[in-house]
Nanobody, 122 residues
C-alpha cells in the first residue's frame, strides 16, 4: 500500500503564509498527478492545486496568484505554498496522489493523506 503524510498546517493570521508538505511512501512504482484538496466545514472537498509528474500545473481560480504547488519526484513529495492567507482558506487540506503500484501497469490508484488543518484567524 501507499501512505501519504501531510505536515505544515497550523494557525495563521490573515495575510500570513504556510507551506504544506506531503510525503508518499510504500509500494510506489511511479506517481503521476499529485494534488492538494481542501474541505471547509459544511462544504464539499475541492481541488486547490495539482501538478503532473512532468510539471504541468492546475490551480483553482480562488487561489490563483496566492498558491504555488511543486514536487520533488526523487522524494515522492509534493508541496503547497500558500501566501496572503484569507479567512476563507480555513479548511482541512488533503494530499492526493495517483500512484502506479504494480510494475508494467499503466493504471494508477488514488491515495489520500489524513489531512492537515489550516486555520486562518486573527
Amino acid at each position: 500500500q501507499v501512505q501519504l503524510v501531510e505536515s505544515g498546517g497550523g494557525l495563521v493570521q490573515p495575510g500570513g503564509s504556510l507551506r504544506l508538505s506531503c510525503a508518499a511512501s510504500g509500494s510506489i512504482v511511479r506517481i503521476n498527478v499529485m494534488g492538494w484538496y481542501r474541505q471547509a466545514p459544511g462544504k464539499q472537498r475541492e481541488l486547490v492545486a495539482a501538478i503532473t509528474r512532468g510539471g504541468s500545473l492546475n490551480y483553482a481560480d480562488s487561489v490563483k496568484g496566492r498558491v504555488t504547488i511543486s514536487r520533488d519526484n526523487a522524494k515522492n513529495t509534493v508541496y503547497l505554498q500558500i501566501n496572503s492567507l484569507k479567512l476563507e482558506d480555513t479548511a482541512v487540506y488533503y494530499c492526493n496522489a495517483g500512484v502506479i503500484t504494480t510494475p508494467l501497469s499503466p493504471y494508477d490508484r488514488d491515495f489520500w493523506g489524513q489531512g492537515t488543518q489550516v486555520t486562518v484567524s486573527s
